[in-house]
């Protein structure tokens, strides 16, 4: 599948190994994904996430998914729907932060940096999904928008904080070439 990628999505895949090495995190996450396209310059995506405003609104941005973080990566509506079983989200959080330290729940941090980038199984759904979402588009390579719309189309932390943002899978097809099938 990666023959498949322009060097706009490579450069995502690998930005995104270096951003997780860089957080200390266990393996590359669609949080990962997501910053790596923020650092994108001059690109189709860069041009799309400009014109949502979402690069002058990283810091909201990236206290969104720190607060999803922070909830073992529970979207809101995940929180909301515990919330309607009797669950509250916030409580558990508070008592095992209580009893383990700031971000308990949040992903395992390795000590050793002798992996190559291992990838969570929601950031290899969202790469399988970008391809699903090339070819639907008619499109013969994997490019950066294609990641974009995977981490907009599935449910999750960082698609809800990409919505809150104003960034959907429709406002993001519509700035892409072909986005008439938003």
């Known amino acids: 599948m ?24 266990d393996r590359v996450t669609d949080e990962h994904l997501l910053l790596a396209l923020l650092e994108q310059k001059g ?28 909830s073992a990566g529970l979207s809101r509506s995940e929180s909301d729907a515990l919330a309607g079983l009797g669950i509250d989200v916030a409580e558990i959080v508070a008592r095992v932060e209580e009893n383990h330290g700031p971000g308990a729940l949040a992903a395992r941090r390795r000590q050793k940096r002798w992996w190559h980038g291992s990838y ?36 999750g932390a960082v698609a809800e904080a ?4 104003g960034a959907t899978y429709r406002s993001v097809a519509r700035l892409m070439p072909g986005g008439a099938d938003a």
């Open 2 to 25: 990666f023959e498949r990628f322009t060097q706009e999505a490579r450069d995502v895949v690998k930005g995104s190994v270096a951003l997780s090495e860089r957080m200390g995190a």
């Open 43 to 70: 690109t189709r995506t860069a041009f799309a996430l400009s014109a949502l405003g979402l690069p002058d609104r990283r810091a909201s941005l990236e206290q969104a998914l720190a607060r999803a973080r922070r």
């Open 162 to 165: 990409l919505a809150d943002h």
């Open 120 to 155: 969570a199984p929601a950031a290899k759904e969202t790469l399988v999904r970008s391809l699903h979402i090339a070819t639907e588009r008619g499109d013969r390579r994997i490019g950066g928008e294609h990641l974009l719309l995977a981490l907009t189309a599935a449910p």
